[in-house]
């Protein structure tokens, strides 16, 4: 099956420093990727979808200054938290969607646990 | 108005025996699909079960089965002779649209703890 990573897969950092998170698609063209965010107890929220070489959508009241997604080439998206702060705490999850899944499904990361201090 | 809905906050089943999570939606695109994931404790997606809006049976895959009612919304997920591994949470998701690069929206989920 299609296999996406995600690295890191944990971080702590204080509070006003920025962390980037990257998702890569491991063996096929993932033309779109997407980032979720998952509080504790909580479902998977959308917060922007990005497609290869052009500006990400983000979802409403997501703050694209603080939430930068890049999707640069056809296997890696990048999610850059910028100065972060303890709210911003949470599981992120990003998933690709490309045309190996059978049934059009996205396949997701392993996620990245973000912990601001 | 919500677009899923899984009013199950939480579930118990006994080892072996089958469950059924509930699973509502709401769209007036008629292109769409229904999935089912599985969330361990670890936190990673595992996909489950699909259906499509146009299919005209109820999608199986192994264990896992989907009561797909289409004038009800309902897309129920069946899973026979529960394992303890099944303890996790279930999420429905629905895209309206055709392929992968539509997004998915998620339903609240529902906890399943399976019972030696």
């Known amino acids: 099956g299609a296999v996406v990573s995600q690295h890191p897969s944990r971080v702590i950092c204080k509070s006003g420093t920025s962390v980037k998170i990257e998702c890569r698609s491991l063996d096929f063209q993932a033309t779109t990727m997407f980032w979720y965010r998952q509080f504790p107890k909580q479902s998977l929220m959308l917060m922007a979808t990005s497609n290869e070489g052009s500006k990400a959508t983000y979802e409403q009241g997501v703050e694209k200054d603080k939430f930068l997604i890049n999707h640069a080439s056809l296997t890696l998206s990048t999610l850059t938290v910028t100065s972060a702060h303890p709210e911003d705490s949470s599981f992120y999850i990003c998933?690709?969607?490309?045309?190996?899944?059978?049934?059009?499904?996205?396949?997701f990361g392993p996620g990245t646990r973000l912990t601001v201090l | 108005a919500q677009k899923i809905t899984q009013t199950q906050p939480g579930m118990f089943v006994q080892e072996k025996e089958a469950v059924t999570l509930d699973c509502t939606y709401d769209?007036?695109?008629?292109?769409?699909?229904l999935f089912w994931y599985k969330q361990p404790s670890s936190g990673e997606m595992i996909f489950l079960i699909y259906q499509g809006s146009y299919d005209q049976q109820n999608a199986t895959e192994g264990r896992y089965s989907l009561n797909f009612q289409k004038a009800r919304k309902s897309a129920n997920l069946v899973i026979s002779a529960s394992q303890l591994g099944d303890s996790a949470m279930y999420f429905c998701?629905?895209?309206?649209?055709?392929?992968?690069?539509?997004?998915?929206?998620f339903g609240s989920g529902t906890r399943l703890l399976v019972r030696p």
């Open positions: 998933s690709a969607g490309g045309a190996r899944g059978l049934f059009g499904e996205q396949f």
């Open positions: 998701a629905m895209r309206e649209g055709v392929d992968s690069s539509y997004k998915l929206i």
């Open positions: 769209t007036s695109d008629p292109s769409y699909g």
